[in-house]
């Protein structure tokens, strides 16, 4: 009797071990088989799909379009299998032609290489070009036309606080609207599918990025709104040559801006700038005047160029001075001087010497 319940206490136990590991088991052999499936392309829906991997595309990214499309069932499963299987793996941007039926090793091989190449065209901005100065370089990078890029420079139609503040400016006086605000950088789009729009907002995002909120603070502090700041570097810009004059040159403007009797900024390059703008079609004397800082008082109505990260900085921080006159000769050498009478005696010597630019 004793033998006979100790075996059914054995048999029991046993089953309820059975029991307990099929309620563990059963679960995690159910949530493993999908994975299993999944992994070995068995039992998988026939279901092409089309991956683009663009150049700003990070290996988390793919693998979770590629598991919201039905093709992997788990994008950390499939990235820990190409971890451990090819530790060398690298993405390539193009155009793969897959399928969810397909093995993770079936994928692995067909995401080595693109069906389709991408073709991306890469332009570089100077700093201190102006808008239509831009639109050739972009023209010429084969991306968009001069024409489709000067309406989408000449537009309020994007989504940063700062092209708010630029509303408030009297429109009837500004040339191209976004003019200093296409930020100086090298840029690089997919050639067949980028439309004008799209550059031009990369850029007002590049100078988002760069002209930071610390930088603006300052220029209030210094009595400067977004646009005088952005303006004053445009002016700056035009004129220097370097850092080391930047802060020098920005010294002179802020000399003049600062005195009772010398408010005029008399910079060329802001006439040139003005006169450039008379082919336009809401062009006019006023507009002419707005720019043209032997004319305005102060700066001009807005930028004449956009200008660089360098020479915004040169505005914040001056180098002190008491100049209100700079001039340079054809070498490209600056002359810093305090007083008109010093100022023409450095052109008089300048002429003398066979250097007068």
């Known amino acids: 009797m004793k033998k006979k319940t100790i ?17 563990i088991l059963v679960p995690k052999i159910k949530g493993y088989l999908p994975y299993y499936y999944d992994k070995n392309g068995k039992n998988q829906e026939d279901k092409p ?63 080595s290489e693109p069906d389709e190449k991408l073709d991306y065209v890469k332009f570089v901005v100077p700093e201190g070009k102006t808008v239509r100065e831009i639109a050739k370089i972009v023209a010429e990078s084969g991306l968009c ?12 139609d994007y989504d940063y606080s700062f092209v708010n503040e630029l509303k408030k400016r009297d429109q009837s006086l500004i ?27 990369k850029m007002l995002k590049t100078f988002s990025e760069y002209i930071t909120d610390e930088m603006f603070s300052k220029a209030g502090t210094l009595g400067l709104s977004l646009n005088e700041f952005i303006t ?5 810009q035009a004129e220097a040559f370097g850092k080391d004059s930047m802060v020098k040159v920005s010294s002179v403007f802020w ?15 802001t006439t040139n700038y003005a006169q450039s703008l008379n082919d336009l079609e809401r062009y006019s004397a006023d507009m002419k005047r707005a720019y043209d800082t032997y004319s305005c008082i102060g700066l001009p109505v807005g930028p004449t160029n956009c200008p660089g990260i360098d020479v915004l900085n040169a505005v914040l921080a001056p ?16 002359y810093f001087n305090k007083t008109l009478a010093d100022h023409n005696r450095t052109i008089k010597s300048l002429v003398s010497q066979g250097l007068w630019a």
């Open 49 to 111: 799909y089309t991956l683009t991997i663009e150049k700003t595309d990070f290996e988390n990214e793919v693998a979770a379009e590629l598991a919201e499309n039905g093709i992997i069932c788990s994008s950390a499963r499939f990235l820990n299998y190409i971890k451990e299987n090819y530790p060398n793996f690298v993405w390539y941007n193009g155009i793969y032609h897959l399928n969810a039926n397909m093995s993770y090793k079936e994928l692995c091989e067909a995401l």
């Open 7 to 23: 075996f059914l206490i054995g048999i029991a136990v046993f089953l309820l071990f059975v029991v307990i590991g099929c309620i």
């Open 255 to 269: 000399n003049r801006l600062n005195s009772n009797d010398m408010r005029l900024l008399q910079s060329d390059p």
């Open 175 to 201: 040339g191209y609207k976004l003019e200093g605000y296409l930020f100086p950088a090298t840029y690089e789009f997919r050639a067949d599918t980028v439309t004008s729009h799209e550059i031009v907002n």
């Open 232 to 236: 004053f570097g445009s002016v700056v």
């Open 145 to 156: 036309t001069e024409e489709e890029f000067l309406a989408a420079a000449d537009s309020y």
């Open 319 to 334: 180098e002190e001075t008491d100049y209100f006159y700079f001039v340079t000769d054809k070498n490209g050498n600056f």
